[in-house]
């Protein structure tokens, strides 16, 4: 059975994450490396649905 993992990210982070994929990724091809690992990745990354939370209320019961 595969497991699955599930990571929030807001905007800010999604970015960070997105950026330092690529940069491994020019370095691995800077090295003459494989990058099939993190291009996978990469476009997991880019193409991850957007979630909005639904907060509650300050009034509604808990």
């Known amino acids: 059975m595969r497991e699955e993992r599930v990571l929030c990210l ?14 491994l990724r020019n370095d691995l091809i800077g ?7 993190v291009d996978d990745l990469l476009l997991k990354a880019i193409a991850a649905p957007y979630y909005s939370r639904k907060r509650r209320g300050h009034h509604e019961a808990r």
């Open 31 to 37: 090295e003459q490396r494989p990058t099939d690992a």
């Open 10 to 23: 807001d905007h800010y982070e999604h970015g960070i994450v997105v950026r330092a994929l690529n940069m």
